[in-house]
C-alpha cells in the first residue's frame, strides 16, 4: 500500500486515500489506532497518508475498527453507503420520477421526419 501517484492517479484515489476515507467515515482517530496496538500515533498518520505501509496485522487491525475490507481498500468494491445517503438519494431519485410527466408536457412537441 506505498504511495504511488500513478495508481492513484489512473483508478482515482489510492489505497492509503481510501483506507483514510474509511477510518474517517468511522471517527477512528490515530490516537485510538496507536493506543490499542502500542504503536506511535505518528505511525498512524504515515500509514493514512501513504508515506509507511502497514503490516497485514495493522491493516486486518484498522480495517476492522472502521468495518472495512481488503476489498474496500483495494478498490475491488465500493465501500459501503450509510443508510441515510441512501435513502436521500432513492427520495431524490422519486421525486424526479414524479415530476417527469409534467416537464414531458412542458416539452415542444416532437415533429416527424419527412
Not at 12 to 40: C, F, I, K, S, Y
Not at 92 to 98: F, I, K, Q, T
Amino acid at each position: 500500500m506505498a504511495h504511488n501517484p500513478a495508481v492513484a492517479s489512473r483508478w482515482g484515489e489510492g489505497p492509503a486515500q481510501r483506507l483514510d476515507r474509511l477510518l474517517a467515515a468511522a471517527g477512528v482517530r490515530n490516537v485510538d489506532l496507536a493506543t490499542d496496538l502500542g504503536l506511535h500515533q505518528s505511525t498512524f498518520s504515515k500509514y493514512r497518508s501513504g508515506e509507511r505501509v502497514p503490516d497485514a496485522t495493522v491493516l486486518a487491525h484498522m480495517l476492522e475498527r472502521c468495518e472495512g475490507s481488503a476489498d474496500d481498500v483495494l478498490g475491488l468494491r465500493p465501500a459501503t453507503i450509510d443508510p441515510a445517503t441512501l435513502r436521500d438519494a432513492v427520495s431524490a431519485a422519486r421525486r424526479l420520477v414524479d415530476a417527469a410527466p409534467s416537464l414531458a408536457g412542458a416539452l415542444p412537441a416532437k415533429k416527424d421526419k419527412p
